[in-house]
């Protein structure tokens, strides 16, 4: 089974409109963490925000938050105000257990392209 | 603050031809290491990851080696290259709290 899942290949919003990004996961471990990156088309991977496990507040970080509902094991990235330069690939990452020499598991990525 | 470094940005190589990748970290002393590998519209797959000098440790059979002759720098090789060996290679290394992993610039390395 796919520990992490996102569904969405492909999505289009228009420049200042808010947009949602999906990802599901699935573990059995108690402490995990959950991370999300931006692939511009240079290639490099941009940390954008991290939700652990047993955070009681969903993360935010400037324009972009995290939909965290543990219940559902989901961690839906929420970008606010969308910028053309928001285009790019994002990918929902996960690393399971506490500590930090375990390795992150990445999904399959959602291209976003911002429109103006 | 904290930079790594990946070079060279690109590469092309016949089959069978060797192999060597660098990624150099500043800024920190004795981060965690990792090589990932990225085909051309895939998520990554983690290859290696170090923990100190001398240490590496496989996560994929295959015929890429890594070590780590200094604390930190972490070298991506191959004796000879396939034609699956093409992707895009990013080092990474962990920092912080959360200890996030923070990625180089990326090879693009291209087998032909």
């Known amino acids: 089974a796919q520990k992490i899942t996102q569904t969405q290949p492909g999505m289009f919003v228009q420049e200042k409109e808010a947009v949602t990004l999906d990802c599901t996961y699935d573990?059995?471990?108690?402490?995990?963490?959950l991370f999300w990156y931006k692939q511009p088309s240079s290639g490099e991977m941009i940390f954008l925000i991290y939700?652990?496990?047993?955070?009681?507040q969903n993360a935010t970080e400037g324009r972009y938050s995290l939909n965290f509902q543990k219940a559902r094991k989901s961690a839906n990235l929420v970008i606010s105000a969308s910028q053309l330069g928001d285009s790019a690939m994002y990918f929902c990452?996960?690393?399971?257990?506490?500590?930090?020499?375990?390795?992150?598991?990445f999904g399959t990525g959602t291209r976003l392209q911002v429109f103006p | 603050s904290q930079t790594i470094h990946q070079w060279p940005a690109t590469l092309v190589q016949p089959v069978g031809s060797p192999l060597s990748l660098e990624c150099t970290v500043e800024?920190?002393?004795?981060?965690?290491l990792y090589w990932y590998r990225q085909a051309a519209g895939r998520g990554l797959q983690l290859l290696f990851y170090?923990?100190?000098?001398?240490?590496i440790s496989s996560e994929v059979p295959q015929n890429l080696s890594a070590s780590r002759p200094q604390d930190r720098q972490f070298i991506l090789s191959s004796k000879k290259l396939l034609l699956s060996d093409s992707g895009f290679y990013l080092c990474a290394w962990t920092g912080g709290s959360t200890d996030t992993q923070y990625f180089g610039p990326g090879t693009r390395l291209t087998v032909l």
């Open positions: 939700q652990g496990s047993y955070d009681q």
């Open positions: 990452a996960m690393r399971e257990g506490p500590h930090n020499t375990d390795k992150l598991i």
């Open positions: 800024g920190t002393s004795n981060p965690n």
């Open positions: 170090s923990v100190g000098i001398g240490q």
């Open positions: 573990t059995s471990d108690p402490s995990y963490g």
